[in-house]
Every structure is written in C-alpha cells, then in structure tokens.
C-alpha cells in the first residue's frame, strides 16, 4: 500500500517537474523568459521535497496506526500475563508456555517498531511487512493464550 502511493508520489512530483519544464520551454517568445538548468533543478527540487515529506507523513500516520494496535493489544496481554503468572505460581506448565509465548511476541513487536521508526525508504518498506507479521503473532499468541487460561 505504501509503496504503490510512494511511487505514485516520485511519478507525480517528476510529472510535475517535466510539465513546469514544458511548459516553460513551450513560452519561447522573445517577451518571455527562457528556462533555465537552474530553474529546472529548483522545480525539481522542490516536487522531490514533496514527495519525501508526503512519504514521511504517511509513514508517521501508519505508525501512529500500528502504536495504537499495539498499546491496545499489549494492555489485553498484559492483563492475561497476570493471569498467567499466578497460574504458572501454582505449577501449571500450560500457563507459563502461555506467558513465556506472550513475552517473547510482545518483544518482537517492540523490536519491530522500533526498527521502522529508525527505517527510511526501502528499509521502511521492508519493515512494513515484518511488524505487520509480528502484530499478528502477537494477536495469535493472545488469543491462545486467552483461550488456555480460561
């Protein structure tokens, strides 16, 4: 999804910057000002600015998205990883396979997260898919874990 408006993105901003270039090029009448190297870099400049801070913002937006699943969900495993630690208190075995299970999902998503706000271009778009990944071995793992424990 992010790749597809990031490419839609760079295709608009140089469209844009081939257009200015035109129709600058296109107004060659004496009265009127010849375009310039220096003018198309400036306008192509400024359409790639675009570009990127309409990347960085999706990007922001798609991690405010992914933090609110994931404060949501850890909360729920929170509460259930209380459960399970007083039943693994009480020697059930089933209780603390589901904890350990829990811990290491919600790690892997920390890790994930983190990892994507460092990321930038094709690291981010490779991170996309893995914290999508691990939120749902994540939901997985609750949702087993909810399961055994009741």
């Given at each position: 999804?992010?790749?597809?408006?990031?490419?839609?993105?760079?295709?608009?901003?140089?469209?844009?910057?081939?257009?200015?270039?035109?129709?600058?090029?296109g107004?060659?009448?004496?009265?009127?000002?010849?375009?310039?190297?220096?003018?198309?870099?400036?306008?192509?400049?400024e359409?790639?600015?675009t570009?990127?801070?309409?990347?960085?913002?999706?990007?922001?937006?798609l991690l405010?998205?992914?933090?609110?699943?994931?404060?949501?969900?850890k909360?729920?495993?929170?509460?259930?990883?209380?459960?399970a630690?007083?039943?693994?208190?009480a020697?059930?075995?089933q209780?603390?396979?589901?904890?350990?299970?829990?811990?290491?999902?919600?790690?892997?998503?920390?890790?994930?997260?983190?990892?994507?706000?460092?990321?930038?271009?094709?690291?981010?778009?490779?991170?996309?898919?893995?914290?999508?990944?691990a939120l749902?071995?994540?939901?997985?793992?609750?949702?087993?874990?909810?399961?055994?424990?009741?």
């Amino acid at each position: 999804m992010l790749e597809i408006a990031m490419k839609r993105m760079m295709l608009l901003a140089l469209s844009l910057a081939a257009v200015a270039v035109l129709a600058l090029a296109g107004c060659s009448d004496n009265d009127e000002k010849k375009v310039t190297a220096e003018q198309v870099k400036k306008e192509a400049k400024e359409a790639m600015d675009t570009a990127v801070a309409y990347s960085k913002q999706k990007k922001d937006e798609l991690l405010a998205q992914f933090n609110q699943q994931y404060d949501s969900l850890k909360q729920q495993s929170d509460q259930l990883m209380d459960k399970a630690k007083k039943q693994a208190a009480a020697g059930q075995e089933q209780a603390k396979k589901a904890l350990a299970d829990l811990q290491e999902k919600q790690a892997a998503v920390s890790e994930k997260m983190a990892a994507m706000k460092e990321a930038s271009g094709k690291a981010w778009e490779k991170a996309k898919p893995e914290l999508d990944e691990a939120l749902k071995n994540l939901q997985e793992a609750y949702n087993k874990a909810k399961a055994e424990l009741q």
